[in-house]
């Protein structure tokens, strides 16, 4: 016997017969519309924004070709293994403009709202469908990325189709359900580790439904055999590079609650005037949600189970609560307000949805063409000003990357390589370009590489008179610092 919580709204909708073509017609406007909606969204001043440092990575890693690319790949961990495969077809044909390398993740992007959108599709109806694609594709954290040459646009895009395969999957042994749950479930991983942690939120459904487990197990059995190659990539790399990840505190809570809630995405984005009163609202509306009868579990345990596992991990293990993790469960705050918003019997459910997307689009709207790490302006800034005899040095070196890349030069692989630049002899000025310092109040690693760029400025003030500073930026400020006789 099915709980109130067990999905019942899904079982009732793959029991109604054959809807006429009309129907289905519109059913598909309405998976459809915020899809495009969300497509839309992101390709608006696609390439406006300046590429930031993990952007230059992307650029740097999928543009070697061989033993270099797999090199790279292998010294990144194997995160993003399958994104990187894929910019790397792309920058071969077309090359590495902004709208190129952001383009799969605004289409991701889209394909996320209109996964969402099925999904309160096939729970509920046709008005949820829409309500809840619409909460997606008006959502800051998922434009962001979706306007990102990074891999997280495309893991949430396939958690959530691997979602809407895991219910299909729950109602019937259908074959093409259980190859679409393996090929997106294994793929999700491919894009980012992060997508790891959806899979406990199915798992836990499974307890109200004994009956799929065998075929579900099986599926998960040959996604981890197509994950071996990047558990053998993410063991001998280790957690190094998650140095700067503090453990869970409440400037990292707030910024989650942020996000999750589409109310802001700090420290990217400075919150909006509406971003307090969104993310309260959001807040109400999902306890609300929470305690109706019907609510449907796997959105319940979508949200909560990979936030929980999360934040947990962070307090005993390597820390990983941080806003662009918790991504992996932003699909499911917007099904939960969806269902709410759209089948509550109360007067003020649709002035609540309508309330809810007018003030995520007042939080979305100043992103638009705002750099946090304007590496462009930077460039030019010392391009403009250097003269002959003049040495350019990186700290950590991976800041070469976003400055060779807007300097029209070779952009070269480096992840995590905080070590000392190594200056010719002769200098008559030094520009010093850095960010992602490190940082004093961080942790030991975090600390250690702040004091290395501190002993660095201590020896370049002391050999050059003059020092001059500039800022640019404000997310990971870029500094620009000029020592000169």
Known sequence: M??????????????????????????????????????????????????????????????????????????????????????????????????????????????????VAALGLRWFDRRVAVAAGLLTAVSLPLVFWGQNARGYAAMVALVAGSFAAFAALLQSSSRRAWIAYVVLTALAMYASYVAVFALPAQLLVLAWRREAWRRVAGALA????????????????????????????????????????????????????????????????????VLRRGAPALALSWLVVPVGLMWLWSLVGQPLFTPRNVLVSLPAVALLLGSLLTRARIGWAPVALALVIGLRLVALAPSYGTSPENWRAATAYVLAAERPGDCTAFYPLDAGMPFAYYAGQPVKPYVERYETPRLPSGCRRVWLVVSHQGSPSGTATARAHFARYVALRTRLTSQYRRHAVRAFGYASVIWVERFGP
């Open 2 to 115: 099915a709980t109130q919580t067990e999905l019942p709204p899904l079982a009732a909708r793959a029991a109604r017969p054959s809807q006429p073509a009309h129907a289905r017609r519109w059913d598909l406007v309405a998976v459809m519309g915020p899809a495009i909606l969300a497509l839309a969204l992101c390709l608006y001043q696609l390439g406006s924004r300046s590429l930031w440092l993990d952007e230059a990575a992307t650029v740097a890693i999928a543009g070697q070709h061989g033993s270099a690319l797999r090199h790279a790949i292998a010294h990144d961990g194997g995160n993003m293994l399958g994104y990187y495969a894929l910019l790397h077809v792309l920058i071969a044909w077309f090359g590495h403009g902004a709208f190129v390398i952001r383009l799969p993740s605004a289409l991701a992007a889209g394909a996320t709202a209109a996964a």
């Open 222 to 289: 040959t996604c981890a055999v197509c994950w071996i190659p990047l558990a053998v990539l993410a063991l001998e790399r280790g957690a190094g590079q998650l140095f700067w990840i503090p453990r869970p505190n409440l400037t990292t809570e707030k910024q989650v609650v942020l996000t999750l809630t589409s109310a802001g995405f700090e420290p990217n984005f400075r919150p909006t005037w509406a971003a307090g009163a969104l993310a309260i609202l959001t807040v109400v509306l999902l306890v609300i949600a």
